[in-house]
């Protein structure tokens, strides 16, 4: 009932705002299949390609994997919880927790890459308890093949591999697993079932690797504004309350696991505390790091939250209560202001307004589209990602759109990726990315068009400015 509850009322949302410029991103690239992607592995264009080609390209069907996989998540986490403490309060506390964190909460409704990676996180470590537990060896090939199949999602999964390691080497009598094939064996398999990724790299000089671990790290180092910003970000991703009480909860799983010897916390440990230590790290040492990258590693202690509470009610009651009522009461406050602006954020940094005014603006496109000399060709352009997305989006294939800056990504990749020299456009700005076409690109002569303004609780939140550019020459 607390699972198909949400799920419902997640279903009843989905559908009821534009995308996100993210969702715009996959959704894009799902319009241009491939075995790997420059910012990220296939996993969700892929699935965004299949629930679209069952009901169509509208934000509804984009979404839709995101609430499958999430009940999908949710049936892991009961699971691991069950083979962990054989516990159904436990089991219960722990999805409730789950379900009121804002970071998961709003993460469900969304179809972005770490939907899928959270259940192969999930399901991977529900295999390796169940290997530890009934001595199945075997077992390393699914659990091969599912970190595999997440390492097709997000490569956030990598941190799995040496925790996995490290907990077996650590406790003497799962030692045994070091020393036999089958562990290297199921790695094999997840090579191979991660070997679309392997090989698209490999076919355009390895872009997405360069660039996650070498061009956007090259200036990065610790100082006090990354540590601000990501541990601000972790309180509110997380809700203050319950992030404190997560906190404390992995010293509880260490000091359950190295001091009492409760066996039970042997997976939770090794399977929260290392990868939360290396999120962390690279959320405080990174300017690019976000604060959802270490969602991963409060999979775990979310059980070990549950189990906690159900052995100790009068310790743990008021803490709970209040942490599960601040999360419940952001989340409420953030579903509200997604239709009715009640919270006192300037339109700039509101990120709810990006989920509105694309279907305005791909209309108002349409109409400039029409103004310009079909020969020698036309087409839009933006200068960034996040535009060029949502126009794709917003104009559902009627027109090219092109993406040329001097920044790498994916629209770089794409089959026709450079505009035709000589043709004329419609360029599209905003309030956030206002430049005017003359600064980045060489053309025969420009003109403004229309404008259109996005209202939101009688409060105009975002401007947007189209041009209409006439024999196009290149970048500047």
């Known amino acids: 009932m607390l699972v198909g509850g949400f799920t419902l009322f997640r279903l009843f949302m989905m559908g009821r705002t534009g995308l996100g410029d993210s969702e715009s991103y996959y959704w894009t690239w799902s319009r241009h299949m491939d075995l790997s992607y420059f910012d990220h592995p296939p996993m969700v264009a892929w699935l965004i390609r299949l629930s679209t080609a069952i009901g169509g390209d509208t934000a509804f069907w984009t979404r839709f994997p995101s609430a499958v996989l999430f009940v999908a998540i949710c049936w892991m986490m009961y699971k691991t919880s069950m083979a962990l403490f054989r516990d159904e ?71 799995l591999i040496p925790s996995t390691l490290a907990m077996l080497w650590w406790h003497k009598e799962y030692r045994k697993h070091l020393l036999q094939p089958h562990i290297y064996l199921g790695g094999f398999v997840g090579l191979l079932i991660f070997s679309p990724v392997l090989i698209w790299n490999y076919l355009h000089d390895f872009p997405s690797f360069r660039f996650h671990v070498v061009e956007r790290n090259q200036e990065e180092h610790f100082n006090l504004q990354h540590m601000g910003e990501f541990l601000g970000g972790q309180a509110l991703y997380m809700s203050p309350l319950a992030w404190f009480g997560f906190l404390y909860v992995v010293w509880r799983i260490g000091n359950a696991l190295f001091n009492d010897g409760d066996k039970r916390f042997v997976t939770v440990f090794w399977m929260s505390a290392p990868s939360m230590a290396f999120f962390y790290f690279i959320g405080l040492w990174s300017k690019d790091s976000e604060p959802h990258w270490a969602a991963f590693g409060y999979l775990m202690p979310i059980i070990a939250w549950g189990a906690f509470y159900v052995r100790n009610k009068l310790a743990w009651r008021k803490y709970t209560f209040s942490a599960l009522g601040v999360s419940g009461l952001m989340i409420g406050l953030v579903y509200v ?81 450079v505009p035709p020299v000589g043709g004329n456009f419609v360029f599209v700005a905003d309030n956030r990315f206002d430049e005017p076409l003359d600064v980045f690109y060489l053309f025969d002569r420009a003109e403004k068009a229309g404008e259109v303004e996005i209202f939101r609780g009688g409060q105009a939140v975002r401007h947007f400015q189209l041009y209409r550019g006439y024999g196009y020459r290149g970048q500047k």
């Open 89 to 159: 309060e436990t089991a219960f506390w722990a999805l409730l927790i789950f379900n009121l964190s804002p970071l998961f909460s709003f993460g469900a409704l969304q179809m972005v890459p770490d939907i899928p990676a959270v259940f192969f996180w999930m399901l991977f470590i529900y295999l390796a308890i169940r290997i530890l537990d009934e001595d199945r060896p075997l077992l390393w090939y699914p659990a091969g093949a599912v970190i595999g199949a997440g390492l097709l999602s997000k490569y956030m999964l990598l941190p």
């Open 337 to 417: 202001h997604s239709f009715w602006p009640i919270l006192p954020i300037k339109p700039k940094y509101d990120i709810i307004n990006e989920l509105y005014g694309w279907d305005a603006v791909g209309k108002a496109i349409d109409g400039e589209m029409l103004k310009l000399p079909e020969q020698p060709a036309k087409f839009v352009m933006a200068h960034h990602w996040v535009m060029c997305s949502q126009i794709e989006f917003s104009t559902q294939h009627r027109h090219k759109v092109f993406c040329e800056n001097k920044k790498t990504d994916e629209f770089d990749f794409f089959p026709e990726s």
